[in-house]
């Protein structure tokens, strides 16, 4: 008997051992950390795109960012204020429970619960009414027709799971334990999460339940952070990784010179720009005393005209971004090409400074971070000196984000005159670079919170006003085009280009990339 | 004895609250942590909010007298990035760090003394005169340099070790160890070279100089005219009489190796408290940052006094001196 036990145990050992020669691993290297699993804790690109595989929301966004049905199968607009959404039935989640209804209006309260991060997902006046055990009404107090434009990473949970941990709230940040939520997953996506050690290791296994019909091929996948830039182009160089994000620009030519892999570039929806104190009456930063130079449309537009935005392109990004008039990346905006930049004129640049009595350009601090985007302390050190050949004399004040981000924003009372900052549009909108970016500083109505420089123009209020509850999206797209264009004409800020996304992938892998840097690695596939 | 203990042990607490006030004076320079925490579109009332929830609105001396009752009670608080208690953390990071510097320590001296007598016998041969070249190149080339150099020869050209992270762990009880793998065992070769580098370097140069003072002095000539042999001088009489010194560099190099562990452990992906710490650092995340540095001082502390007893065991001098005291 004892025999017969030691025998099987004996098999089932040596069976263990070898899966690994027939298993396809997918092994992924980024330079951040996955901090917590809880999907509602923190607003940011990678998380959310790496939680896109275990968990889903109601809608989802395909390879090309096209909304289409998630969770939901299909949904209507009764009136502008309430939506119907219709749920996929026979959906399962981990644990093997029924996704229903129930966890839909659960999702609906705890997005907007304290601690969550995701509250801009939903109204929080939006009632959410279920109607049956397959269909939810949200019903809203004023028309919105982007309702549903970031629901796609507003991923379900369920409801019994969450209230059976002790998770029914999301993970507080001053929690001295860590919730359940936080280190487990319970989601209805292609991937289920079965180990994860924060900072170190996070192992996926496929959902054979899953209802959709997979792409990839994977057995498993194991996802490592490798902060250090020379160690991760090593590890893909030396095949311990599949897939790495970001190589670094200089790194390129040597990632592709190795015949086993290969750089992946595509246009980021990120808009990089700079910005101007424009509120206060006299600059904090600058030998220009009792007035603000920037308060005149001239001297902001003769910063614009003495950018080489070409030049910053050729040799600071090595070709690698895509200079631009508006700040929105063309994908997000239709009307896009009908902007053109301003030229680059230095001459034309040193006139207007001297029509707006700077004849010999005057001295500004620039606050920039050197560690967020791509080149970023490359780029203001470029600006620098193309400014300089103005007369303007740019004292660089480059910094880690954590020291930049507390000075510049709202937090540090917008302590800057004059900055680098980047920007993409939660939503995929142009309203919401419209409300945050160019729109007035507002406490109360909480517009412009990211408008730094503090530049404010009524007409642009007015317009981002009526693009809230547009829903003919003809007219909403000329107003928008309408609002970018004064503010173009107002130089409210300066525009310099979207960035790109540097993958570096092993050449037996495909993939998929989405301009939004998500990483949904359900469509990718081993050869 | 005893009395010298109980000295110790008052400054090493004085140390340890003079590292913590320092540590928290820093902290005021590493940026906004709340700014780590959310996304870009927090609102200004949530930022607020979680301010005030971590207590980080509070004066700075009411905030590092709260640090300190509470470091007393060995609560650090929870990390603002894993928002996980960060004993929990250190606890899971340490092994790796430890197995880390306790390998690069044993490099170090494996190689190193033997490298130090040899060069210190051999004092004209060719491989002494290269030896010590090569010595001043490990000393002065930059860990970061080094193990950048080490991953390209051997992960990316000849692709026989890997280039990051500590391979397969086997939990024992709360300890996880990556000396039982094979795939572990491989992954500490190249992170335990570039880290013990210095120190092998370092005690091959103190050995060499210990031996070549020893071999001058009276009782090796002495030993000599009694018609010993070459090994037993070299090995039973002068070596011996070198490692004081050694066993005492090495304790206090132990100490750096752990907290100096920080930029191996970077450029290797090495899971342990230094990587931490520096990913802690670029994240403003106070909590991480302050129980480390108490942690990596504690530890100094502790083989401080470690080796100060181990002296008075190995030295019958000092024990004398002691006892006249």
Request: glycine share 6%; charged share 20%; with cysteine.
């Amino acid at each position: 008997m004892n025999f017969k036990v030691a025998i099987v145990a004996l098999g089932l050992a040596l069976g263990s051992l070898h899966p690994a020669a027939a298993a396809t691993t997918l092994r992924f290297a980024f330079q951040g950390d996955l901090k917590s699993l809880d999907p509602y804790s923190l607003n940011e690109t990678f998380s959310l795109g790496v939680l896109g595989n275990v968990y889903e929301g109601l809608t989802k966004r395909d390879k090309d960012l096209n909304i289409i049905p998630g969770l939901a199968e299909r949904w209507e607009v009764l009136e502008p204020t309430r939506w119907r959404f219709y749920l996929r039935k026979g959906v399962k989640f981990h644990n093997g429970e029924d996704f229903t209804a129930d966890d839909v209006l659960f999702s609906a309260e705890r997005v907007r619960a304290s601690g969550s991060d995701l509250k801009t997902r939903l109204p929080a006046d939006a009632k959410v009414v279920k109607v049956g055990d397959y269909a939810v009404d949200f019903v809203l107090t004023q028309p919105n027709p982007i309702l549903h434009y970031e629901w796609d990473t507003w991923y379900m949970m369920s409801k019994t799971w969450a209230e059976a941990h002790g998770s029914v709230m999301p993970q507080p940040a001053t929690g001295q334990q860590m919730s359940y939520a936080a280190l487990h997953e319970n989601g209805t996506g292609p991937f289920a999460i079965t180990e994860h050690r924060p900072g170190v290791r996070t192992l996926f296994k496929p959902n054979l339940h899953w209802w959709d019909k997979p792409e990839h091929n994977f057995d498993e996948v194991v996802f490592t952070t490798i902060s250090n830039n020379a160690t991760r182009v090593a590890a893909l160089l030396a095949g311990d990784v599949d897939w790495v994000d970001p190589v670094p620009l200089q790194d390129i030519a040597r990632v592709n010179a190795n015949p086993a892999t290969q750089v992946l570039s595509g246009p980021e929806l990120r808009t990089i720009f700079l910005g101007f104190d424009q509120l206060r009456d006299q600059l904090k930063y600058s030998n220009v005393k009792d007035k603000n130079p920037f308060k005149d449309v001239r001297v902001r537009k003769a910063f614009y005209q003495a950018i080489d935005i070409e030049a910053i392109k050729s040799r600071v990004m090595r070709g690698l971004s895509t200079p631009t008039a508006l700040l929105i990346s063309p994908l997000l905006f239709a009307r896009a090409g009908e902007f053109a930049r301003w030229p680059y004129d230095p001459v034309a640049a040193k006139k207007l400074l001297a029509d707006a009595g700077y004849p010999d350009g005057f001295e500004v601090t620039m606050d920039c971070p050197n560690d967020r985007y791509v080149n970023d302390e490359a780029i203001c050190q470029a600006v620098g000196a193309m400014l300089a050949r103005i007369g303007i004399n740019v004292d660089l004040l480059a910094q880690p984000k954590a020291k930049f981000f507390a000075k510049v924003l709202a937090s540090g009372s917008y302590d800057t005159s004059f900055y680098l900052l980047g920007w993409t549009p939660g939503s995929f909108d142009s309203w919401n670079v419209l409300f945050n970016i160019i729109g007035c500083r507002d406490e109360t109505a909480k517009s412009g919170m990211f408008n730094l420089g503090g530049y404010c123009n009524p007409k642009i209020t007015q317009l981002t006003g009526q693009i809230l509850v547009e829903s003919d999206k003809a007219k909403r797209d000329h107003m928008i085009a309408q609002a970018f264009r004064i503010a173009h004409e107002d130089v409210s800020h300066i525009p310099l280009h979207q960035q790109a996304l540097v993958w570096g992938v092993s050449k037996n892998l495909k993939v998929v990339q989405r301009p939004d840097n998500q990483i949904l690695f359900y469509w990718f596939r081993k050869e | 004895m005893l009395a010298f203990v109980i000295r110790r042990a008052v400054e090493a607490a004085l140390v340890l609250l003079v590292v913590a006030l320092i540590a928290f004076a820093l902290f005021r320079f590493v940026g906004d942590p709340i700014n780590q925490m959310v996304g870009l579109e927090t609102s200004a009332e949530d930022r607020a909010q979680l301010r005030h929830a971590l207590g980080l609105d509070d004066a700075v001396l009411m905030q590092f007298a709260r640090f300190v009752w509470h470091a007393v009670h060995f609560d650090f608080g929870s990390s603002y990035q894993f928002k996980k208690p960060v004993i929990a953390l250190i606890a899971e990071r340490f092994p790796a760090t430890l197995e880390l510097s306790v390998v690069a320590a044993l490099f170090a001296l494996a190689l190193g003394i033997p490298l130090g007598v040899y060069t210190a016998i051999h004092r004209q041969s060719l491989l002494t005169k290269l030896l010590l070249a090569l010595s001043l190149v490990g000393i002065s080339l930059p860990t970061f340099l080094i193990g950048i150099l080490l991953i390209f020869v051997f992960s990316v050209s000849l692709q026989v070790l890997p280039s990051f992270g500590r391979g397969d762990v086997v939990a024992l009880g709360f300890w996880s160890t990556g000396l039982l793998t094979v795939s572990g065992l491989k992954a500490i070769v190249l992170p335990a070279v570039t880290l013990g580098l210095f120190q092998m370097t370092l005690i091959m140069r103190l050995v060499r100089a210990e031996m070549l003072e020893v071999l001058r002095t009276d009782y090796i000539k002495f030993a000599r005219a009694r018609g010993l042999g070459d090994r037993a001088i070299h090995f039973g009489h002068a070596l011996r009489n070198t490692l004081v010194p050694v066993i005492t560099i090495t304790g206090l190099q132990l100490g750096s190796i752990i907290a100096f562990a920080i930029v191996t452990e970077t450029v290797f992906q090495w899971p342990g408290m230094g990587l931490m710490f520096l990913q802690a650092v670029q994240n403003a995340d106070i909590p991480i940052m302050s129980a480390y540095l108490l942690l990596v001082a504690l530890i100094f502390v502790i083989i401080n006094l470690l080796v100060d007893l181990l002296y008075i065991a190995v030295d019958p001098r000092i024990r004398i001196a002691a006892r006249d005291a």
